[in-house]
Nanobody, 119 residues
Framework: QVQLVESGGGLVQAGGSLRLSCAAS????????MGWFRQAPGKEREFVAG????????YYADSVKGRFTISRDNAKNTVYLQMNSLKPEDTAVYYC????????????WGQGTQVTVSS
């Protein structure tokens, strides 16, 4: 089992920044690739960003590319999502997720943290 706890959400004006954190516990953190997803009201959950287990490779949804940055600190068992130039359409509950290396599906999820961007 992997436990994931997100923090850092809140209310911000358009153009502002937030940094989300996700603390992991329970298993060897470096055995897992990590991702951030989000779900807006009335919409399906969507992928936002991902990072490989060692942190060498990152990938992003087109909607956040150039504005969001995913990173991880394996010494602290934590993954981050730096969000800049926020837009009202970024408003959603953001979830951290983990998937075992060489497994396609994310199997562990956090409880989510609300991000609200006002116009």
């Amino acid at each position: 089992q992997v436990q994931l706890v997100e923090s850092g959400g809140g209310l911000v004006q358009a153009g502002g920044s937030l940094r989300l954190s996700c603390a992991a516990s329970g298993r060897t953190f470096t055995n897992y690739a990590m991702g951030w997803f989000r779900q807006a009201p009335g919409k399906e959950r969507e992928f936002v960003a991902g990072i490989t287990s060692g942190g060498a490779f990152t990938y992003y949804a087109d909607s956040v590319k150039g504005r969001f940055t995913i990173s991880r600190d394996n010494a602290k068992n934590t993954v981050y999502l730096q969000m800049n130039s926020l837009k009202p359409e970024d408003t959603a509950v953001y979830y951290c997720a983990a998937r075992r290396i060489q497994v396609a599906e994310y199997t562990y999820w956090g409880q989510g943290t609300q991000v609200t961007v006002s116009s």
